[in-house]
């Protein structure tokens, strides 16, 4: 298991068009793209902040993950991304590890990366997503 670098910072917001004014006109970062994930519920947004992405998620469904965070915790930080290598293996290792996983198998999140996600009950409360740019 070899994590390379934090690959995105995933933050839940109520309106991604406030949370985007807010990012672009008092934190001067730009918005380069929006991208809507069916699978996941969620609308996101991305900013660079140097080497590191911001995703803000915006919940499309109150049913979706997004949602149910929101709802239970309010706004704030919901997850935290390293970029890996081999992230089929990785997860094999980890479970065999004893780290509970919520995808047993990578699936497709935003920017076409393949994506899976530790349970946080494991990772000392934070929810930790593992991505892999595809080959
Ligand atoms: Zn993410």
Redesign the pocket.
């Known amino acids: 298991m070899k994590i390379k670098h934090i690959?995105?910072i995933?933050i839940a917001v109520r309106s991604l068009e406030s949370a985007i004014k807010l990012y672009e006109s008092k934190l001067g970062l730009k918005c380069y793209a929006i991208e809507e994930v069916p699978d996941q519920k969620v609308r996101?947004a991305f900013f660079m902040a140097g080497q590191t992405k911001i995703?803000l998620?915006e919940s499309t469904d109150p049913e979706g993950p997004i949602g149910k965070f929101l709802e239970k915790k309010g706004e704030g930080v919901?997850?935290i991304?390293f970029a890996t290598e081999g992230l089929q293996e990785n997860l094999d290792e980890l479970s065999q590890k004893g780290i509970r996983l919520i995808d047993n198998n990578p699936r497709k999140?935003?920017e076409g990366l393949n994506?899976a996600f530790l349970h946080p009950r494991d990772t000392m409360g934070v929810l930790t997503?593992l991505?892999e740019k595809p080959e």
Do not use: M, V
Request: proline residues 0%; contains cysteine; negative net charge.
């Open positions: 690959e995105h995933g996101t995703e998620l919901h997850h991304a999140g935003a994506i997503e991505c």
